[in-house]
């Protein structure tokens, strides 16, 4: 099995950042870069609604300038000794962005943590992993939150 490029998506929620273990693993075991991907998730491209885009523009421009410096600062320990991360942020739909990151840098497998949304957001938006897991065009690892892993 060849696996030279890894994508992993990252929300800053706890079953992201419990996922990243397995990411950086991966990324040493065979060598290989890793891509850290934050998408600043667009709701106007998933409700229609439409917002004054002067505003929305800026408070967009700040949410993607906050998580470039929340992919430099949250990560720095457990990327040390990688030699080839690259850190993307984009704007858009989560599971649509993942999966077009992944055709274009010809990924070979993500890996995604469960688990981020809760709630009204999960009812609102889905399952970004879920959807991930059932449209990527590569092998997707999925980690789950320890309390929710079968117990033996």
């Keep these: 099995m060849k696996i030279e490029r890894i994508l992993f998506p990252i929300d800053f929620s706890e ?4 996922a990243l273990d397995y990411a950086v693993s991966l990324s040493k075991e ?14 106007s491209m998933t409700s229609g609604w439409q917002i004054p885009h002067i505003r929305i523009d800026e408070l967009y421009r700040d949410m993607e300038e906050s998580a470039r410096k929340e992919l430099e600062k ?3 320990e457990e990327l040390k000794g990688l030699k080839d991360v690259e850190k993307i942020v984009l704007r858009g739909i989560p599971d649509d962005e993942i999966l077009k990151v992944a ?9 995604i943590g469960t688990h981020g949304r809760t709630g ?22 999925s980690v789950r939150l320890p309390e929710y892993r079968l117990e033996k």
């Design 15 to 18: 079953g992201a950042m419990n």
């Design 103 to 111: 055709r274009d840098k010809k990924i070979d497998v993500i890996v």
């Design 120 to 141: 009204i957001d999960r009812l609102l938006f889905g399952s970004t992993a879920e959807k991930v897991v059932r449209k990527a065009p590569c092998p997707v690892l």
């Design 30 to 43: 065979y060598n290989a870069k890793l891509y850290l991907l934050h998408v600043v998730h667009d709701i």
């Design 74 to 76: 949250c990560c720095m």
